[in-house]
């Protein structure tokens, strides 16, 4: 993923890899999301949210968490989802 292309996440068959140093599992995800959520407060005070609309979602970076590179992280297959 280079820093001029926009971050994906990825899906169900799919998964990010850093090609600097191979980590499969710890990423730092900066994410910029407008919401509109409803709200329920019990008797004491305690909130919930019981609802959530997605307006918008969009990755604005994805960062290794092992060597700290953004340029090398990318979108791979998910390992194990093929069928013999």
Known sequence: MSS???PTLPG???RWRCAR???LTRFDVTRRSRVTEFWHF???GKPRVESV???EDQVEQVRCRW???VDDVEVVPR???EEP
């Open 53 to 55: 609309e997605v307006h």
């Open 42 to 44: 019990d008797l004491p």
């Open 79 to 81: 390992g194990g989802s």
């Open 4 to 6: 001029t292309s926009q």
């Open 12 to 14: 169900p068959e799919s």
């Open 21 to 23: 140093c191979g980590n």
């Open 67 to 69: 060597c700290d590179s």
